[in-house]
């Protein structure tokens, strides 16, 4: 394996003349929204508001599903002033995207896109188009949630993350020259077994990253891994979660070992990164210049502050296919505090799962994931675990023994789950050897199929 190369010589030749080779604005993208970090909240939403306006413009005038949609609602793009005048239109859902995807892309020639799809978490993957001039300004918005982490271009980078399986070999060379160029270190988490873990750990002691960029899940597991077997861990300057909502057990696991400040960031594959911790950690920092997001209750209306809703979204850099008030089917809880770091992007308080990642009793109460967590923990021996419900009438326990479990450990269980969910709810345990991944490496510790 070459060495890696010194991080000023990534940072100051290797990456501007690559990209100057690309022709690409990226790093005068990237100096225009650090350029609007401090500004004020009032004028971040001035910006917001007029480059909403000019997503619906040419939404209107070139994309037939959402010209239809403006003309039922009696809108016009020249009248939205903020996320509030959007309440006329529909949601965007996966439904509607699978059913209407020709009517969804634009006429305009000048646009150019090319396909791309999520990973299917709910068992269906969808298949929608990106805008080729989309992506300087994305990455540029990544190399922003990087430097709030105290990190930077050229900076080695190891990322666990779900690489796709069976790429053509030109493409793996071609990725394996840029990612050393780059300084990244790439490790997959389609396999997390013991004896892999055992060789991702090793690798990232002879690596040495500034940083690791992982599923909370998979890098959580390595951290437990290395404690557990004693197997030293490397010491990077921080460690950026995203991919997957990050339980509190996990950021104290990671932190405990890796002896790294976790931050956390929120984004999706349509649309890149939407949100991210400061080094304040006192929720995650919406970025307004790129985005709209509403958080609205199961009846579409707004929530209020300190409510749970799902993230609606408004993305302003796809015009090929534009996402429009587009349903994530992520759950956040709105807040109006503003964070002590001066930033005027506003805050979420916290990502709280899927939709979809809720299990719901008899009566109709909805069970978040940090109950289930929480309650992983209060027995000990529970190395894996995963929340099955097939009906509202109870769940499937699965669980992945490690050392203390005794059977016994399950009457605490259920007593515990029958005081938050009620007597009526059942519940079977199931001690399993594994619980698999899913297609894109992640771990589903909350597996609905309401």
Known sequence: MLPPLPAALVRRLIYPAYRAIKREGLLADLAELESMERLPLERLEEIQALRLRETLAEAYRYVPYYRDAMDRAGLRPENVHGPEDLAALPFLTKEI???????????????????SSTGGSTGEPLYFFNDHSAGPGRRANTIRTYRWAGIDIGDRQAILWGFALGRPMADRISASIKNYFNNIMPLSTFDMSEEEMSRQAARLRRFRPAYIVSYP???????DFCERTGAAACQPNAVVTSGEMLFPHQR????RVFGSEVFNRYGSREFANVAMECGRHAGLHLFIDLYCAEIVGEDGRPCAEGETGELVITDFSNLFMPFIRYRTGDLAVRTSRRCPCGRGHPLIEKIEGRTFDVIVTPSGKKVGGFFWTWLSRAVPGIHRFQIVQESPGGIV?????GKGWEDGHRKTLAAKIAENCGEDFTVDFEIVEDIPLTRSGKSRFILSRL
């Open 217 to 223: 899940s998979a890098i959580s597991l390595l951290a």
């Open 97 to 115: 995207i699978r059913a209407e995807s020709g009517r969804l892309v634009t006429t305009n020639p000048a646009r150019k896109g090319y396909r």
């Open 397 to 401: 326990f699965r669980i992945v023994p």
């Open 252 to 255: 104290e696991i990671i932190e």
